[in-house]
């Protein structure tokens, strides 16, 4: 799979892009249903949790750019930057400081989101530039305005 640009590329319907609709999909779903673990579709939240942590980077950078792109709010970015970016960057932030740093300089939204996450790599220095913010989980009807 050839890499593109992560700052400007566009998804297209792949089967990368498909899996971040169903995660996506999965998590509008559980919005306002704390504790509950009825999913939309079981299998995407798995799926894409083995992708981060697998050998796969090429492909689990290209999920979560899709997710990126296919997020409708601040909610989906939130959960987006504390799920599978937070878990992608832990296991394989080195490889990607690059891709990360691009993507920061390019998109205020996604600079802000890192301020969230915590990682245990060569990618934390990243995420200090641009300070930690104090981030909790938002409530169901709250936009998450500390990104």
């Known amino acids: 799979m050839t890499q593109g640009d992560p700052v400007t590329e566009e998804p297209q319907e792949t089967a990368a892009t498909e899996l971040a609709r169903r995660w996506l999909v999965n998590q509008r779903s ?14 995407a939240f798995d799926d894409v949790l083995d992708l981060m942590m ?6 689990a950078w290209q999920v979560v750019m899709a997710m990126w792109l296919l997020a409708e709010s601040e909610q989906d970015q939130w ?21 990360v740093e691009a993507m920061a300089a390019a998109d205020s939204m996604f600079r802000r989101a890192l301020r969230g ?28 305005s500390n990104l």
Do not use: C, M, Q
């Open 30 to 43: 559980r919005r306002g249903k704390r504790g509950s673990a009825d999913w939309a579709d079981g299998d």
């Open 54 to 59: 697998g050998d796969e980077v090429d492909v």
């Open 79 to 99: 959960e987006i930057a504390v799920g599978p970016l937070e878990d992608l960057l832990r296991h394989h932030g080195a490889e990607l400081l690059e891709r």
């Open 117 to 144: 996450i915590y990682t245990r790599s060569p990618i934390t220095e990243l995420v200090s530039r641009f300070g930690r913010a104090n981030v909790s989980s938002p409530g169901v009807d709250e936009e998450p």
